[in-house]
């Protein structure tokens, strides 16, 4: 395992800064951002413009790369990061933070790019397995440890901004240090709508809705938070305990959906977070750790969908388009999560901080029918026809390059991944 994973130590590094500072950051803003009063549709707008300057990223971040080089695009889109941190800091603006924050998407698509591509380009058939463990499990903790040092400042001064900034520029020495070699220009992404219906329509129609679900909660969790009259403590640890719970329950409902058809199993967890959100929406708790206790059942049932529709699509797609499909479903749920805020602040404003769950609950409620209605449609495959499961992670977003790392992706003999790794996107 050490032989495996030293040469991507430095890289490995990196990936944890980049994610512990995302992770301070996107709970940092909203927070702020409700203390200084700023509305549901400005703090719903940081989530999207995040979430559309990422997509856009990944579609124009690999230019950016071929003309500049690896080690030089990833110094500068971590510099410019750091630039947009220390400005969201001085200048409290709103108009300014939504700005920035889509600066910010761009560039730290640009820099999961390169770190992906780099860990891909020095994985081999043995160790990919490994690595790509370890990338998700390092992409959670960062986040999440990140959120968790929101608690330790104090939001209404410029501290924790500064903290994040130098979180960030730590993220660029272990990459700019590395004697891991350059790897190869990264490929330019594609995104086929209708080839994506077409091999699964319930993987297409489900990834958008999820992803409409999670960018609202992802969003404006932190902002529902603050709205209830929790203190940013509790907020953390609310926004926290959704994604470690939902990495959790992963593998057991993955493995399920082995045995059984998918469809149901998506409906069953849609259909169980539909009903903790409407739930939370109904009761409205006001002791604080039943009120975490029904958000964790929430989140481990909704974050627990992304894996499993990425599986139930690829159980119809040949293993050649396994980079194609998955990358353009991540692309997919980038879109979901550029609609999810944009439709949650004004929905809050009007009807109340609780009315975040019913637009969580809406999606999932339509995850559930139509992954019914289609279970009608197609029959489901045999065991042994499925693709195997595997975990996966969204938080907060990664990009199409690390689709190439997943050990499900056609596997290549040494002397001809060079110019296979990737085809597709």
């Given amino acids: 395992m050490s032989r495996n994973l030293l040469p991507v130590f430095a890289l490995l590094s990196s990936t944890l800064f980049l994610f512990l500072g995302n992770g301070l950051q996107g709970l940092l803003l909203p927070v702020r951002g409700s203390a200084e009063g700023y509305s549901n549709e400005v703090l719903g707008f940081l989530g999207t413009s995040w979430a559309a300057g990422f997509v856009i990223g990944c579609f124009v971040a690999p230019a950016i790369v071929r003309r500049a080089g690896h080690i030089r695009a990833f110094g500068s889109f971590v510099a410019l990061i750091c630039l947009t941190v220390l ?14 924050r889509a600066l910010t998407g761009f560039c730290t698509a640009g820099t ?19 690595i790509f463990s ?9 986040v999440v440890a990140g959120q ?15 903290v994040c900034a130098i979180v960030y520029c730590v993220a660029i020495m272990p990459a700019m240090l590395s004697k891991a070699e350059s790897p190869k ?11 994506l219906y077409r091999n699964s329509p319930v993987s297409f129609v489900g990834i958008l809705l999820i992803g409409i679900a999670n960018g609202a909660y992802g969003t404006l969790g932190a902002v529902f938070g603050a709205r209830a009259g929790l203190d940013p403590t509790t907020i953390a640890i609310m926004v926290s305990v959704t994604i470690f719970v939902g990495a959790l329950a992963q593998f057991p409902a993955g493995k399920l959906s ?4 998918r469809r149901f199993v998506l409906a069953g967890l849609s259909g169980l977070a539909a009903l903790a959100g409407l739930a939370v929406t109904l009761i409205q708790p006001s002791h ?3 009120l975490i206790g029904m958000i964790a ?6 974050n627990a969908l992304y894996p499993i529709a990425v599986a139930h699509a690829n159980d119809y797609a040949s293993s050649e388009d396994f980079v194609k499909v998955s990358g353009g479903l991540l692309l997919l749920y980038g879109i979901g999560t550029i609609i999810g805020p944009t439709l949650g602040g004004p929905i809050m404003t009007y009807f109340g901080p609780y009315a975040l769950f019913v637009v969580t609950a809406v999606s999932h409620l339509l995850i559930t029918a139509y992954a019914i209605f289609r279970s009608r449609q197609r029959a489901t495959l045999s065991t042994e026809e499925k693709d195997n499961f595997s975990t996966m992670t969204t938080a907060p977003l990664v990009t199409p390059e690390s689709v190439s790392l997943d050990p499900r992706a056609p596997q290549y003999p040494e002397d001809e991944a060079d110019l296979e790794k990737g085809a597709g996107i």
């Fill in 258 to 261: 082995d045995r059984i058809d």
């Fill in 288 to 290: 604080v750790y039943f």
């Fill in 134 to 142: 370890l990338y998700i499990a390092i992409t959670l903790f960062g």
């Fill in 148 to 162: 968790m040092v929101v608690p330790l400042g104090n939001v209404s001064n410029t501290t924790l901004f500064m």
């Fill in 112 to 130: 999961s790019m390169i770190i992906e591509s780099w860990l891909n380009e020095r994985a081999t058939n043995e160790s990919r397995g490994a």
């Fill in 297 to 302: 059942v929430y989140g481990a049932a909704a």
């Fill in 87 to 100: 400005l969201t800091g001085l200048f409290i603006d709103d108009v300014s933070w939504v700005a920035l």
């Fill in 185 to 195: 220009p990264l490929k330019k992404v594609k995104l086929d709508l209708r080839g």
